[in-house]
Structure formats: structure tokens, C-alpha cells
């Protein structure tokens, strides 16, 4: 179970603005979002020319690794397992600290621009709930996301979020379902909650109480993994 307060620890440091994060990350903070919550100053993914297919980990602080550093990110994390288990990947880190779907929309055409990408794992939703924006713009931009990708032949695999606890009604109801919602209709993969037995839990987080800390990165990119696996080929 995830606690209130847990969320609105959240609420509060998202919406203030997340712009403190490992200086090993690589990426910018956001700035100038709109009434949408989108970026106009977003980083793009590195640039990278390697022949090795890729797999694009896209999302906002939880993917980038914010408080951790490079090698502890769960993209790095994944590179491991990918290349202990015989995968030759190249897992690409498009995190975007404090990003939303309207900024990651603005973006992905640069992301998905980069050379034999083949998957894409989509993490974003969390700033747009906690900041109170529209639900359904937020599905719609995701749907758009994960269509570009499909259009370049990518294969998503799309990683929800849950609703606050204390949100509660229509509203709450309707976050939860969108991305059920979304996964079924574009038919893509689908891993129901990133922070599955990570968020809420004080040991697996740092002192903020929000992102995980290294130890609960390590959980995070195993559940992603597993939930990856079925779209991988040696």
C-alpha cells in the first residue's frame, strides 16, 4: 500500500521543480512549461552511432536516476542484465527531470531519431497527475508517443503509474485506468506500476523519501526487466 503522504511528498518537490539531480546523469532540468505542462527547453537523448540495436529508456527523473549516479540509474542497471543474460544491446537513457507527457511528446521525435533503436520502455505520467493535469491530455499524449514510436517499427513497452491514494473518486479511477486503457488499445506492452514494491517504502528510497535509492533502483530495473524480456531477441 502506498501512502498519502508519500504522494504528497511528491507533490510537493515535483511541483516546485525537480531541477536537482546527479550532476553524472547527463541531462538538463526543465525549464518554461506550459498550461500543459510541456517542456521548451527539453534535452534530448545522447547522441550515440553504434551499430548494437537499441533500446530507448524514456521517461522523466525516475528514469534518468535523480540522487544517483550514472552507473546506478536503472538504464545502466539494465545494460547489465541485458549483457550478463547474452543481450546485445545498447540501452540509451532519455530521462527528463520533472518531465511530463506534453514535454516527452515535444522530444521523442529526436529520441526516436537515433540509429536502430527497436524498443522503448515509456515511463511518464507522474508529474502530470501530481500537478493536476488533464487525464485525458495526458493519454492522448502518450497514444501519440507510443504511435511514433510504432511507426518507426519500435516496440514499446509502456510502464504506468498509480493515482494518489487521497485523490480517491472519478478522477482517481480514471488514472488508474488510462494506462490499462492505453496499453490495450495501441496493444502494447505493459508494466502496471513502475515503483512496484519500491514506492512508499522508506529503505528503498532516499532521504527525500521519493525516488529510490540505490538498492530500490536495483528492484525497479527487475521488474522492468522481466516485464522487457518477452520483446528481446538474441
Known amino acids: 500500500m502506498i501512502s498519502n503522504s508519500f504522494y504528497h511528498q511528491i507533490l510537493i518537490l515535483l511541483v516546485s521543480g525537480l531541477a536537482l539531480f ?20 527539453a534535452a534530448p537523448a545522447q547522441v550515440v552511432s553504434t551499430n548494437k540495436p537499441k533500446i530507448l529508456a524514456f521517461g522523466d527523473s525516475l528514469t534518468i536516476g535523480l540522487g544517483l549516479t550514472e552507473k546506478e540509474s536503472y538504464p545502466s542497471l539494465l545494460q547489465e542484465k541485458l549483457k550478463a543474460d547474452g543481450y546485445d544491446y545498447e540501452v540509451l537513457n532519455a530521462g527528463m527531470s520533472g518531465d511530463t507527457s506534453g514535454g516527452g511528446l515535444e522530444r521523442i521525435d529526436w529520441s526516436l531519431n537515433q540509429p536502430n533503436i527497436e524498443i522503448m520502455v515509456l515511463e511518464l505520467g507522474a508529474n502530470d497527475i501530481l500537478k493536476g493535469l488533464s487525464t485525458d491530455q495526458m ?30 473518486g472519478a478522477r482517481g479511477q480514471a488514472i488508474n485506468k488510462a494506462y490499462q486503457d492505453l496499453a490495450n488499445e495501441e496493444k502494447v506492452a505493459f508494466q502496471p506500476f513502475f515503483l512496484e514494491s519500491v514506492g512508499g517504502v522508506a529503505r528503498l528510497n532516499q532521504a527525500d523519501g521519493i525516488h529510490p535509492n540505490p538498492e530500490g533502483t536495483r528492484i525497479v530495473a527487475d521488474n522492468v526487466y522481466k516485464s522487457l524480456k518477452p520483446l528481446l531477441k538474441k
Open 22 to 41: 546527479a550532476a553524472g546523469c547527463g541531462a538538463s532540468s526543465v525549464t518554461g512549461t506550459d498550461s500543459q505542462g510541456s517542456n521548451k527547453n
Open 139 to 168: 493519454k492522448a499524449n502518450l497514444d501519440q508517443i507510443i504511435r511514433k514510436a510504432k511507426a518507426k517499427n519500435v516496440k514499446v513497452l509502456l510502464c504506468g503509474m498509480y493515482a494518489p491514494l487521497n485523490l480517491g
